[in-house]
Every structure is written in C-alpha cells, then in structure tokens.
C-alpha cells in the first residue's frame, strides 16, 4: 500500500517566517567591560604629550620650629627640588580599521555599517586601555608600586585584616580598592565566615562592597595566574598628589577625550580606512598613593566554613 503524504492544514512555521522581519540587534561584543577605573581616575591634560613630575628633593630636610620670643632664633631653610624628575610619554593605543565601501553601501539598513565597525572598534580600544593602565610595565599601576608599599596577604585568601594593612599604607584620603572580580568575591566570602560581612555603596547606578568605607572595585585587567592575583589601593587627583590619568587634548577628528578617529581615504581597492588612535599614559605623583597586596588567592571555594583550595 502506498504512504500517504500528510495533509497541511495551514500555513507552517518556516515558510511564514521568509515574510516576517527579523528585529536585529546591534553586534554584541562579549569583551566590553565596565571599566570602572578609567571613570574613577581624574584626567589631566597633557601638552606636546609630555608630563614632567617635579618633586621636592629630601622633603624632610625642610626645616621649620615653634620660634620663641627672641626673633634672632628663627631658623632659615629652603624647598630643593629634583634636577631630573621623571617624565611621562603618552602611549597610543592605535588600529586601522578596513571596510569595503560595497559592504557599507549595500548592508547598511538597519544598522550602519561604519558606525557600527567603529563602534565595537573603539570599545576594543578601551578595553586595552584600562589593560595598559594596570599593566604597562612602564607606567601600569602594577609596576608603579613602591617596594614600600607592597603587602603580602596573612593567610593566603584575602582577609579584612589585609585590607587594613593596605589602608595603613595608603592612609592620606585612600579612593578605592582595584582588583579582580574573584578575589572580590573571595574577600567577601573570608568577610562572611568571620561575620563581618562587607556593606555595600551605590557608584554609577552600580553596587560595590566596601571595606572601611572604601568601594572595591572590579576589573577583570588585573591579572590572575595559577589561583592568586593582586588589590590595589589608590588616592587619586593632582590636588591630593594621587594617582592621575593622563591624555592628550584637541587631537584632530577627537570622539571623546584622547580618542580620535581619521578618515584616511579609499584605496583602488574601493576599501575606506579609518585610523583610531587613544593617547594615555597615568602618573603616580607620590609613592604613598598606591599599595598592593601581592599573591591573594583565590583558588575555588567549596561550600564548606574554612575549605579552599
């Protein structure tokens, strides 16, 4: 007996959809992050691209006393300052972006080609830039630290009492803790487990924990490497001689501050380039305004008191 094809009694699901429109999103780029330091950090300007942190030299020799009545007694002194003081450069972080003027004139409805190729383009930018901010071995927080200022956990997890120990270092108008969201999530842990859990304070619409007073903000460019990474504590701003960041104004075709997009043409080819360049670089002004807590770890947490791993 022959099969018999089943009836269709309306219209399916594939075929109605060839005559539905699709809402398209925007390009979802899984790398952006909030980037909480660039916000967090007060910007300065920087002229020619050069920044010349002048100093006082042996700041304690600056001699000053309670005079007593005989005025012949005053003491006389002077402000030296450092002949060669460090100068800063600003580093570019910088791309050409290619798009084939076929593609940007014939798929660009709903969503412009171009703008959104320069869109995700610069977020990538960003996103390196906040990474040379830490990480620069030239300028980065990381290896801008005082031997001074460098902290080493007590137990291995990061604990309250480490945190103190920071705040001990960074004592003069601390701003914010700066490390990687799992060693966030292990300092609130060890603060649970000793009953001091961490209160938390509302910064951009988002929430941090807080440490004394102080939010502890995350950023996934603060490296981790085989379970242990690092906290930074800052003082940030030229008037409290903290941490700044710094970047080069008025850049032809500027976006945003540093940031600046040029057309450079359309080759034979029909391709049209676009060059994106972010100046920056960041400055510690005095060696008090940073600390670190080195090798915290933050191996996996199994959900029993007192067990890491």
């Given at each position: 007996m022959a099969d018999t094809a089943p009836v269709q009694l309306a219209l399916g699901d594939s075929a109605a959809r060839q005559l539905a429109n699709a809402t398209k999103t925007a390009p979802i780029l899984a790398t952006i992050s909030p980037r909480w330091l660039t916000h967090l950090l007060q910007w300065v300007p920087v002229e020619a691209g050069i920044y010349r942190l002048n100093k006082v030299r042996n700041p304690q020799d600056v001699q000053v006393l309670c005079a007593k009545r005989d005025e012949s007694e005053l003491p006389t002194t002077f402000v030296d300052y450092e002949t060669q003081p460090r100068e800063y450069f600003l580093n570019a972080v910088s791309t050409v972006l290619d798009v084939h003027t076929r593609v940007s004139d014939?798929?660009?409805?709903?969503?412009?080609?171009?703008?959104?190729?320069?869109?995700?383009?610069?977020?990538?930018?960003?996103?390196?830039?906040?990474?040379?901010?830490?990480?620069?071995?030239?300028?980065?927080?990381?290896?801008?630290?005082?031997?001074?200022?460098?902290?080493?956990?007590?137990?291995?997890?990061?604990?309250?009492?480490?945190?103190?120990?920071?705040?001990?270092?960074?004592?003069?108008?601390?701003?914010f803790f700066l490390t990687h969201p799992l060693a966030i999530a292990a300092f609130g842990r060890e603060c649970t487990r000793r009953g001091v859990p961490p209160p938390t304070v509302s910064l951009f619409g988002s929430q941090f924990l807080t440490w004394r007073g102080i939010p502890l903000v995350p950023s996934d460019k603060v490296p981790v490497a085989d379970g242990k990474t690092k906290v930074l504590l800052l003082r940030v701003g030229d008037k409290r001689q903290g941490v700044v960041g710094l970047y080069q104004p008025g850049l032809p075709g500027e976006q945003s501050p540093g940031l600046s997009v040029r057309f450079m043409g359309i080759s034979r080819n029909a391709i049209a380039s676009y060059l994106i360049s972010l100046y920056c670089s960041l400055a510690v002004q005095t060696e008090d305004a940073l600390a670190v807590l080195e090798d915290v770890e933050v191996g996996k947490y199994h959900a029993y008191p007192d067990t890491y791993r």
């Open positions: 014939l798929y660009s409805s709903p969503h412009d080609q171009i703008k959104e190729q320069l869109r995700l383009t610069i977020e990538t930018i960003k996103e390196k830039q906040e990474s040379e901010l830490i990480n620069n071995p030239d300028y980065g927080l990381l290896a801008s630290v005082h031997p001074d200022q460098v902290v080493y956990p007590l137990t291995g997890a990061p604990t309250p009492d480490d945190f103190d120990e920071l705040l001990s270092k960074v004592w003069k108008e601390p701003a």
